[in-house]
Structures are given as structure tokens and as C-alpha cells.
């Protein structure tokens, strides 16, 4: 069946530290989506990659889509507090989104 | 504007009994999901439904039941509930299925 893993699935940085999370799927997506998770919260959408190879930048984060439309990363540079979180890659086969395990972030001050 | 809104927040069930989580959403999004994330993990997705009448089964659909009478409401039935569905509960809409998903707070189960 369908697969979306991501690595690492714990990361612990110092503040200013950079942060990368890796996803991975077992077959061609159609899109990908990245969501944050705060403790005790709701995933919110932060992204949506769609072409191959294709690069997105928000401030500090940059989104990554694979050639083969089969992997994704995020890059935070320079982390802060506010990072701290789970970040879930979700990816789109058909109808059905397949969210990744996830990794929490945890920046120490 | 409240979005996507789930009822009840909290709940404790006991082995065997039924409960439905309520799902109610005010932006007029086609697609409506449900998943259920257990402790330090990802979120699986149990049903969706790409409109009104139409539903159909995620990763995880065993002992859960969905219906969708109308775009606005999209309810998730446990009819004999077990510990192993212990569990957090999101519900979650979208336009499109290539549209961004919004999540509902949830809704944390504990079943005894």
C-alpha cells in the first residue's frame, strides 16, 4: 500500500541551529503538502508543492519537491523558539492524502 | 467565520458502547476528511467524502461508519468502541483534493 515516511522522526537543535526534515514516498505523488503540528494542536497548512523540482520559500523555510515527484524536504534556517513543532508532510495520491510520521522539532533556547 | 468545528472535545468511553463525533464545517468545501493520530504519530485517514451523498473508505476504516447528507455536516460513528480506538480525532475540509486541508480541533477519545 501507499507509504509516506519521514525522517528523522526527533530532532532536537539549538536555537539559531539549522533544520532539515526528509519525506518519502513509495510512489508518485500527484502534490505534496506540509502542515505544523503544535503540541496539543491542529495540523495548519503551511505549503503545497505541485511541479517537479519545484522550490518554495517562506521567510526561513524552503520546500522542496523531488524530480521524480516521490520526495520532499523542509529546510528551516536559523530555527527559533517559535519553530517548535511536528511537521507532517502529506502527499496526494487520487483523492486520498497520505500523511508522513511526522517530526518534532524541539529548539533548545 | 468559524471553519471547521468538531463536538465533543473530550470523551470517555466504555468498551462496547457507540458514540458519534459531530463535524460541522462553514465553508462550503466539497471534501471532508477524517483521521485519527495516536500518540507521537502521523494521521491516518479513516473516511472522506468528495460531496454530498459520497463517501469512501481511508486506511483505517474498521469500526467506523460515515455519512454525508449535506456539504456543511460530516459525522463519524464508532458503534462498538474499542480500546485500540483510543485515539485523537481530526476532522478536516477542503475545496478541492489539491486544495489546502483545514483541521477542526479535535477530538481526544479514551475508550475504558
Known amino acids: 500500500g501507499q507509504q509516506v515516511m519521514q525522517i528523522p522522526q526527533y530532532q532536537h537543535v539549538q536555537e539559531g541551529e539549522d533544520f532539515t526534515t526528509y519525506c518519502n514516498s513509495s510512489t508518485t505523488l500527484s502534490n505534496i503538502q506540509w502542515y505544523k503540528q503544535r503540541p496539543g494542536g491542529h495540523p495548519v497548512f503551511l505549503i503545497q508543492?505541485?511541479?517537479?523540482?519545484e522550490v518554495k520559500k517562506q521567510k526561513r523555510l524552503t520546500f522542496q519537491f523531488g524530480e521524480a515527484k516521490k520526495n520532499s524536504s523542509l529546510h528551516i534556517t536559523a530555527t527559533q523558539t517559535t519553530d517548535v513543532g511536528t511537521y507532517f508532510c502529506?502527499?496526494?495520491?487520487?483523492?486520498?492524502?497520505?500523511f508522513g510520521t511526522g517530526t518534532s522539532l524541539t529548539v533548545i533556547p | 467565520n468559524a471553519g471547521v468545528t468538531q463536538t465533543p472535545k473530550f470523551r470517555i468511553l466504555k468498551i462496547g458502547q457507540s458514540m458519534t463525533l459531530q463535524c460541522t464545517q462553514d465553508?462550503?468545501?466539497?471534501?471532508m476528511y477524517w483521521y485519527r493520530q495516536d500518540p507521537g504519530m502521523g494521521l491516518k485517514l479513516i473516511y472522506y467524502s468528495v460531496g454530498a451523498g459520497i463517501t469512501d473508505k481511508g486506511e483505517v476504516p474498521n469500526g467506523y461508519n460515515v455519512s454525508r447528507s449535506t456539504t456543511e455536516d460530516f459525522p463519524l460513528r464508532l458503534e462498538l468502541a474499542a480500546p485500540s480506538q483510543t485515539s485523537v480525532y481530526f476532522c478536516a475540509s477542503s475545496y478541492s483534493s489539491v486544495q489546502p486541508q483545514h483541521f477542526g480541533d479535535g477530538t481526544r477519545l479514551s475508550i475504558l
Open positions: 508543492l505541485v511541479k517537479s523540482g
Open positions: 465553508m462550503n468545501h466539497n471534501y
Open positions: 502529506a502527499g496526494a495520491t487520487g483523492n486520498q492524502f497520505y
